[in-house]
């Protein structure tokens, strides 16, 4: 599977953004799909994450503001970002792993296989 994000943008404190990634292929719906976020000159880290049966995953970080979703038939996750704040700020990257159900931890980094590019928020202050 492939995968394209967008949706990235800048935005002021407190303001909110749609995140999209857009898949292509077929059996979408057999892919768990992950949103992490890399700071500029830092790790790669977990920010949610939803599995085929829409089960969803948070980063304390974002619990309560951020909210992940996905649309089968559109191929598609979101990432629905309100009340950003500037240690939001990252490149955001979407990821796919193929489902099993007594996989790796779907936080990891090495757990998916497959990326998108990467879609950039900048938070201003």
């Known amino acids: 599977v492939q995968l394209q994000a967008s949706g990235g943008g800048l935005v002021q404190v407190g303001g909110s953004l749609r995140l999209s990634c857009a898949a292509s292929g077929r059996s979408f719906n057999n892919y768990d799909m992950g949103w992490f976020r890399q700071p500029p000159g830092k790790e790669r880290t977990f920010v949610a994450r939803?599995?085929?049966?829409?089960?969803?995953d948070y980063a304390d970080s974002v619990k309560g503001r951020f909210t992940i979703s996905r649309d089968n038939a559109q191929n598609t996750v979101y990432l629905q970002m309100n009340g950003l704040k500037p240690e939001d700020t990252a490149v955001y990257l979407c990821a796919a792993a193929w489902h099993e159900p007594f996989g790796s931890s779907l936080r990891l980094v090495s757990t998916y296989r497959n990326w998108g590019q990467g879609t950039l928020v900048t938070v201003s202050s």
């Open positions: 939803t599995r085929v049966n829409g089960d969803t």
